[in-house]
């Protein structure tokens, strides 16, 4: 009973992490809104910034199913969270990696910023990969009671 309640307490710290991403979506929605108007060309690729909004909506509503599924224990929010989680990391190693994509000051990141990104990504990916599929968590999953 007592591993029973500590494997809960995993899962409701993925669908916590799952919910923390669905609230960094939307303040990164309104922060791109106020940065670039949504109708101006400030940053000289208008394409671009609709591109990341668009991604910044689909990833915040996945996140958002995937919280609900996993907070309910239910199969479908484990795979959604891991595919989401997955794309979502990809994503950010991809910008991570291509210069074009990042905006910082100068244009690009340090060494040491790309490592620690990377570090930060990977751990984001690894650990829900590595816990939901355990055999006892998966358990969970097909035993909601």
Do not use: H
Request: charged share 10%; with cysteine.
């Amino acid at each position: 009973m007592q591993q029973r309640i500590t494997l809960k307490w995993g899962v409701w710290l993925c669908a916590g992490w799952a919910c923390t991403q669905v609230v960094l979506t939307i303040f990164n929605l309104l922060l791109l809104t106020k940065a670039v108007e949504l109708y101006s060309d400030e940053y000289g690729n208008q394409a671009r910034v609709w591109v990341v909004f668009i991604l910044n909506v689909g990833f915040g509503v996945v996140f958002a199913f995937s919280t609900y599924g996993l907070w309910r224990r239910q199969n479908w929010g484990r795979l959604l969270f891991l595919w989401a989680i997955t794309i979502w990391t990809s994503f950010n190693l991809i910008g991570l990696f291509l210069p074009v994509f990042i905006s910082t000051s100068n244009g690009q990141f340090t060494i040491s910023q790309v490592a620690a990104n990377g570090i930060r990504f990977a751990l984001t990916l690894v650990i829900p990969l590595i816990y939901l599929n355990l055999p006892r968590v998966k358990a969970l999953f097909y035993n909601n009671g």
